[in-house]
């Protein structure tokens, strides 16, 4: 049975190192979460590193200035990995390409210095995929025909954002996972670095040594994050311990009418997916 800690001071003689989901977990894209920044800092302060480990697309020095927008401190997080650092090392391996590239203006720092071409599905060398080039309005059935053209001609897509969805504000957005979803349908293949793939894992255990100056001990590392086929499953793959932030993406999905972490629906998600969480919480507090 998943363990349910009252917050996350009562796990602090178990753990050196924390890597943090950042959507969800610190801020909903439209403001921060005042105590879960502060169980941060808190950490930080009297116990160890706080690795930020994020599926944005965006290389992570490009996303900083958001958290800082968002009103979230510097104080809380030691340093930052994100799915485009990660990323850019599975999209360098095909420059020159050309590449379709499938996204926002917002997301284009991650191509910077790669020396990819870019072209359209009928003349692209692969795909490459960070999200819709309008969330607000778009969803994953508009690029349908798109992406069929390439799964024809036997593209490999790279995705690097493996988020289906991620929450505005209170709406649901889909992401770029949602596209890499309907391109496997379609017959094409998928490539991700980000969680739960073990290659954004290997950047935010390598900061973490180099901010302890030494040998991280991987059974005193404790994952938090919101999504269950993403954080949770990444860290269960991973061998890494995991607390889990109920009423992130999974919403009332996994607390009660109450707000109150539901144990009964926090199994049966975990269960769903064949997975496991060493904690779980309703929200990230101290």
């Known amino acids: 049975m998943t363990d349910l800690p009252p917050g996350l001071s009562a796990l602090a003689d178990r753990y050196d190192v924390l890597l943090c989901d950042v959507w969800g977990v610190i801020h909903n894209g439209v403001e921060s979460f005042p105590e879960a920044c502060q169980a941060l800092v808190e950490w930080r302060t009297r116990h160890g590193p706080v690795i930020l480990i994020s599926n944005s697309p965006r290389p992570s020095e490009h996303v900083v200035e958001q958290l800082d927008r968002l009103g979230v401190p510097r104080e809380a997080w030691s340093a930052f990995v994100t799915s485009g650092d990660a990323t850019r090392t599975l999209l360098a391996a095909r420059a020159p390409g050309p590449a379709w590239i499938v996204g926002p203006d917002r997301d284009l720092p991650l191509y910077e210095g790669l020396g990819l071409t870019t072209a359209g599905p009928e003349d692209a060398a692969f795909v490459a995929v960070t999200g819709m080039v309008d969330d607000e309005t778009e969803a994953p059935d508009d690029y349908r025909d798109r992406l069929a053209i390439a799964a024809e001609r036997g593209l490999t897509l790279i995705c690097a954002n493996p988020d289906r969805v ?5 709406r649901l957005i889909y992401c770029g996972g949602a596209l890499a979803d309907l391109y496997e349908i379609l017959g094409g293949e998928v490539l ?21 100056g030494g040998p991280v001990d991987r059974a005193r590392v404790l994952c938090i994050g919101d999504g269950v086929i993403t954080d949770v499953k990444g860290a269960h793959d991973q061998g890494l311990a995991c607390l889990f932030i109920a009423k992130g993406i999974h919403g009332e999905h996994a607390v009660g009418p109450d707000g109150r972490l539901d144990p009964t629906k926090v199994e049966g998600l975990l269960a769903a997916e064949r997975v496991g969480a060493t904690h779980a919480m309703a929200d990230l507090v101290w």
């Open 192 to 212: 991700m670095a980000g969680k739960p793939y073990k290659a954004i894992y290997d950047l935010a255990l390598a900061e973490a040594q180099a901010l302890k």
């Open 166 to 170: 991620v929450q505005r504000g209170s």
